[in-house]
């Protein structure tokens, strides 16, 4: 007989995990996709930031060679306590367009919320 811990779905999870500390589970999740061979890159918000800033006059979509864009996964953290300008909300979405579909990405924050 399984416990409701089976019936969890991610969201529930993230929302557990979450109290604590979400990255705890990126890792995890990051160190299990390296284990069966997927790869994976890990940024903190900050320096996520700068490598799309460096690179602004190529759209995201069209930066193919770059570990963000072709990476099975990708870990950005610390979004909770960076104020993104116009340009880095612009570039934070190419990113997510330029991911959608073609790769996992998890965002963590240690923003809590109410």
């Known amino acids: 007989m399984g416990s409701d811990v089976d019936n969890w779905n991610i969201e529930t999870i993230m929302d557990f995990v979450g ?17 069966l061979g997927y ?18 006059d190529i759209p995201v979509s069209k930066q193919n060679g ?9 870990v950005v953290n610390e979004l909770g306590y960076q104020i993104l ?19 996992s990405t998890i965002i963590t924050s240690h923003r809590l919320t109410p």
């Open 19 to 35: 109290c604590f500390n979400s990255i705890y589970l990126a890792a995890a999740l990051g160190v299990r996709a390296i284990e």
């Open 39 to 56: 790869s994976v890159s890990y940024y903190t918000v900050e320096e996520f930031l700068l490598q799309l800033k460096k690179r602004s």
């Open 66 to 74: 770059r570990a963000y864009v072709k990476n099975a996964l990708v």
């Open 85 to 103: 300008d116009h340009s880095q909300t612009n570039l934070f979405f190419q990113f997510i367009s330029a991911r959608y579909m073609k790769g």
